[in-house]
């Protein structure tokens, strides 16, 4: 460790010399963040190894989150901020002429994630350290990310996201903690020698998984926990049958990247084989690390809470089940007592197509002893349903297996004992409509427990100017406690605060301005209204509808010669997954009309239209405090939560949106005068749904939209007149199924008041701070304090 700026210029410099055998003037700055990054772990692992053997000297229970996702961000700033030395390493750098940003900006996003489901946990790790609470995360090494996106001529290419090629400078393999994973074979029934049922696993493949862990520090605190990365290596244990050179390619693919193409049979079985590989090798490694402190498993459900982050690791049910039987030689019920009172569930979707279903033949060929425990466990909760209620409808509907599938969000919520939504509306729809004959049979376990963000890196790290205003305004209590941040309404009237928060306001705009230009070549007014949609791109969350109604702007300016309006920068960054062409097209549709504007001097005096490429948390980072309005437009009772509401709140960006996932929350909190409410309302997307509802007599009677729609396809936007006939179709053959054109009016009438607003500077910049106040409310350190008391049951384990 060092103490000051000339301990870690001593220590840098000799690190250097003593990695790569060279002197500092020599190293190359790839060489000099690698050291960097190395150190700052090194000087973590002293907090780390105090937290290991604290949490285990106190008998602590922790809980472990298993996720598919962690969509950490870069980690050095946030390490060396959380830590208190970020000014000893910049300033000694410094005079070592060596500046620091040149270095943070070498440090790669960690691949391990999409998008709001791995950025919510990586926020939650942030939470558990900062509260001195024992939570780890457990997920996959990936050696790619999901991908790096390109825009070329318009459309999107995915090309590979290689993060590891520095390394990782943050993780620790461990292979003395490695654990062999079986997969393929057959199961062969037997006795042992006091007559109790064996179940041996012949001609299983094995596949090696081999722990990185990396450090997660909290910030102020004596705390830091773990996130376990599992990496496929070859095992020794191979059947003779098995072709050596297709065994290393298989194993390649297990960690090669998130969510890896499942339109085939070859993709489906290797999102399975991803999902079980880590939940097995978690589970081991969690059953060892209990038998090294306690005699027996007994009480692994009093020490041990593992929350299911989604319906990916939903395996652990049944893996934890085989392991107790078949490895530790526990019966059936005493097993299941202690697997459901261990295990959560979080729920993150309603949307029917994404609650997971697997057929029963791929799960029964690949995880031949797992599918016999789901079988088991189906049997037993059917018969326990059918024996409460008298009701086989309500048995076959709650089943794990049906259809000849087994539908993991079912097997969740019958081994879990917490069952919770991420936002208040969502928890209601799943009580009410998707799992409602799971809530009426299990009132108890289900619970809402709405998402939240991390204010250190959303907040504090990400717009420093920001912060330094609201210490200066408020103290700096709100760092620790977010809740603080409501003493800010006191000074929302103050003009010289509002003066400086749009000060403030137009350095973020302009560092996202430099950004945009180098990334896009686009010039963007700085006195325009930032206007930002940047979200997973999705039918749902329906970015057709932005641009939507900036073709009708574009017509507009067209058609009339006096059209005025307050200059408007229209910024969207997603990704679309490589084999929605939909997603796609809509993105060559916004680049389009990117295009358009920029070749016209009429429409580009009063709009920009923006497509920022490749989307991830370093550039979210910019985005979001630099942004005045922020779109969340989904389709009412589609959007589970959503956190980047938050995020853009936090910074003092007003949200317009639609009464979906936590934007209800947030307009609870601060009301219609301090946001822009439109569209249908959950309730009204049912009616319409039951009562029947007609695209085309949308277009009927609304000339206005049928001209926008009409655009689509007579060659005013492209030479190609059947470049956008998908889109058209999705809307008119199929329905428009996301009612796109059912809030089309009522959201142009939404973007006419943010115009009015925004004319009024000091009324916004009141509406933007009384925004932030209340952002506390949306911390992840609130969200982790009720999962902590209310669900996993652990304390903090800090020595202070």
Known sequence: MFNDKFDFKRDFTARIVEKYGRSL???????????????????????????????????????????????????????????????????????????????????????????GLGRLAACFLDSLASLQLPGNGITIRYEYGLFKQKIEDGYQVEVPDQWLRLGNVWEVKKPKHGVDVPFWGHIEMGRNEEGKTIYEHVDAEYVRAVPADMPIVGRGTDITNTLRLWTAEASENLPASKDFSQYL????????????????????????????????????????????????????????????????????????????????????????????????????????????????????????????????????????????????????????????????????????????GVARLHTEILKNDVFNEFYKLYPERFN?????????????????QLTQMLIDTIGDDFIYDPIQLEKLVDHIDDEDLQNRFLKIKDERKQILIDFIKKETGIDVPKDSIFDTLAKRLHAYKRQLLKALSIIYLIQKIK??????????????????????????????????????????????????????????????????????????????????????????????????????????????????????????????VNKLRMNGYSAQKELEKDPVLANVVKALLDGSLHPNKDEFKLIYEELIYKNDEYFVLKDFQPYIKAMEEVQERYADPKSWARTCLYNIAKSGFFSSDRTIEEYAKEIWDIRPTSKY
């Open 559 to 684: 058609s009339e010669p006096d059209f005025t309006m307050i200059k408007q920068t229209f910024i969207f960054a997603a990704k679309a997954a490589p084999g929605y062409y939909f997603a796609k097209q809509v993105i060559k549709l916004i680049t389009t009309l990117s295009d358009i504007v920029e070749n016209d001097p009429e429409l580009s005096k009063f709009i920009k239209v923006v497509f920022i490429p490749n989307h991830r948390v370093t550039v979210a980072e910019i985005l979001m405090n630099a942004t005045d309005v922020s779109q969340q437009i989904s389709t009412a009772g589609k959007e589970a939560s959503g956190t980047g509401n938050m995020k853009f709140m936090m910074n003092g960006a007003i949200t317009v949106g639609t009464l979906d996932g936590a934007n209800v929350e947030i307009d609870e909190l601060v009301g219609p005068e301090h946001d822009i409410i439109f569209g249908l309302k959950v309730e009204e």
């Open 448 to 464: 809402n427990k709405t998402n939240g963000i991390t204010h250190r890196r959303w907040l504090v790290y990400s717009n420093p």
């Open 25 to 115: 003037e020599q190293s190359h700055i790839t060489e000099r963040y690698v050291v960097l990054g190395e150190m700052i772990r090194e000087y973590a692992s002293i907090t780390w190894k105090d937290s290991k053997e604290t949490a285990a000297s106190l008998g602590a229970k922790q809980m472990y989150y298993f996720s598919m996702e962690f969509l950490m961000g870069r980690m050095l700033t946030n390490n060396m901020m959380n830590l208190g030395i970020y000014e000893i390493v910049r300033d000694g750098l410094a005079e070592l002429k060596i500046d620091l940003n040149e270095l943070e900006e070498l440090e790669s996003d960690p691949g391990l994630g999409n998008g």
């Open 249 to 420: 390619t298989e194993l390649s693919e297990i960690t090669q990247n998130v969510y890896p193409d499942d339109t085939n049979e070859h993709g489906k079985y290797l999102r399975l084989k991803q999902q079980y590989f880590f939940v097995s090798a978690g589970l081991q490694a969690l059953i060892k690390a209990h038998l090294r402190v306690y005699p027996d498993l007994k009480n692994f459900h009093e020490k041990v809470a593992i929350q299911l982050n989604d319906t990916h690791p939903v395996f652990a049910i049944p893996e934890l089940m085989r392991l107790l039987m078949d490895e530790h030689n526990f019966e059936w019920q005493q097993a299941w007592e202690i697997v459901t009172q261990t295990i959560a569930y979080t729920n993150h979707t309603v949307l029917s197509e994404a609650l997971e279903r697997w057929p029963v033949e791929y799960v029964q060929k690949l995880l031949p002893r797992i599918y016999m425990i789901i079988e088991e466990i189906n049997r037993r909760h059917m018969q326990t349903v059918y024996r409460q209620t008298g009701n086989m409808h309500i048995a076959n509907d709650t089943a794990a297996i049906k259809d000849g599938q087994v539908h993991m969000a079912n097997l969740a919520i019958i081994g879990s004992y917490s069952v919770n």
